[in-house]
């Protein structure tokens, strides 16, 4: 049974990623992974912040004038339980370089395009086989049209993509007005691959200290919907850019809809901190024993079979859906 698959220009021996998250930061959790079956794994995320944080403390070591607006450092969220900022991602990325065999993919999160540059390129020094960035911004100002946004996703990516030679990727949000033009501009942009979707963690309020808190609630199988149904679509659009799909593959039958739909690979996180990194064996046994039940020789005999360009009724991926949906509600 072939399982491999090829994404963002790296060869891996099946299609499940570890994706950014917190089970990056332990050596061990990374070997159980790669014991357990994973095919690369995507670092968790340095995010902007740190590295502007850092960039503002050493200025202040080197400058105590009273022009180095040392109060600006209150102005970042309390960053002290984040390993080492800057210096200590890079350490992390020859840590798990060191230790296991499979590609590791280091993760950039963050808006302006100023500090990823320098960052992306020490990455790569580092070890790091490619760089995911994910362009997280919640557009707040009226005056900050559609189109500002999508240059900033173009701009990021130029920027990053002169800096290194490793492949980089792109991991989109659902929100743009028009997901196939972006898809095609950042292809000929020079992404490597994208990545559908990024989660938007919505806070929540609470109404007795009238505070807004962070809340992280984890996907499920159902969360699957949207990234399947735009890998469906996308898959027709680019053709040399990688698709990762990312948010709900949960099981091996999850794995099996993701790459009938068009995906290069599945990026986990949801499934693993759940389950544990063992839960990766599981997902491959479904996956093999449904291929050879299904008489499937190879990943890519499934690839894309059951994009919008191959399926039998292309409507529905499109309205068709949604007023059948409506109209066969019970």
């Given at each position: 049974m072939d399982l491999s698959t090829t994404?963002?220009?790296?060869?891996?021996?099946?299609?499940?990623?570890?994706?950014?998250?917190?089970?990056?930061?332990e050596l061990d959790t990374v070997k159980r992974l790669e014991d357990a079956g994973i095919s690369a794994i995507v670092m968790y995320s340095l995010f902007e912040e740190e590295i502007r944080h850092?960039?503002?403390?050493?200025?202040?070591?080197?400058?105590?004038?009273?022009?180095?607006?040392n109060e600006a450092l209150g102005y970042f969220p309390d960053l002290g339980h984040f390993e080492g900022g800057p210096d200590g991602y890079l350490e992390q990325i020859r840590r798990i370089k060191q230790s296991v065999s499979v590609p590791v993919i280091a993760s950039i999160n963050g808006v302006t395009p100023g500090g990823w540059t320098d960052q992306a390129r020490r990455m790569q020094e580092a070890g790091a086989d490619g760089i995911?960035?994910?362009?997280?911004?919640?557009?707040?100002?009226p005056d900050l049209d559609g189109a500002a946004i999508e240059q900033l996703y173009l701009d990021d990516l130029a920027l990053v993509r002169k800096a290194v030679s490793v492949p980089v990727a792109v991991k989109l949000s659902p929100?743009?007005?028009?997901?196939?033009?972006?898809?095609?501009?950042?292809?000929?942009?020079?992404?490597?691959?994208?990545?559908?979707?990024?989660?938007?963690?919505?806070?929540?309020?609470?109404?007795?200290?009238?505070?807004?808190?962070p809340e992280v609630r984890l996907s499920n199988s159902?969360?699957?919907r949207m990234s399947l149904r735009w890998t469906a679509i996308l898959r027709s659009v680019v053709s040399r850019a990688s698709l990762g799909l990312s948010t709900g593959v949960h099981t091996g039958r999850d794995v099996i809809k993701a790459t009938m739909a068009g995906a290069d690979c599945c990026q986990l996180a949801a499934c693993l901190l759940i389950h544990g990194p063992e839960h990766v064996r599981g997902m491959l046994d479904t996956l093999t024993g449904w291929m050879e039940e299904h008489e499937?020789?190879?990943?890519?005999?499934?690839?894309?079979?059951?994009?919008?360009?191959?399926?039998?009724d292309p409507a529905a991926f499109e309205r068709a859906n949604y007023m059948k949906a409506l109209r066969d509600y019970r």
């Open positions: 994404y963002m220009g790296l060869n891996l021996p099946n299609p499940l990623v570890a994706s950014a998250s917190p089970l990056s930061r850092a960039e503002l403390e050493l200025a202040h070591h080197l400058d105590h004038s009273a022009h180095s607006h995911e960035l994910n362009v997280y911004t919640i557009p707040t100002h929100f743009f007005s028009s997901l196939p033009n972006m898809a095609r501009r950042l292809e000929q942009a020079g992404a490597d691959a994208l990545v559908l979707f990024n989660r938007f963690y919505q806070p929540d309020l609470d109404i007795e200290n009238l505070e807004v808190v159902a969360s699957l499937y020789e190879s990943i890519r005999q499934m690839k894309g079979s059951m994009s919008l360009g191959k399926v039998g």
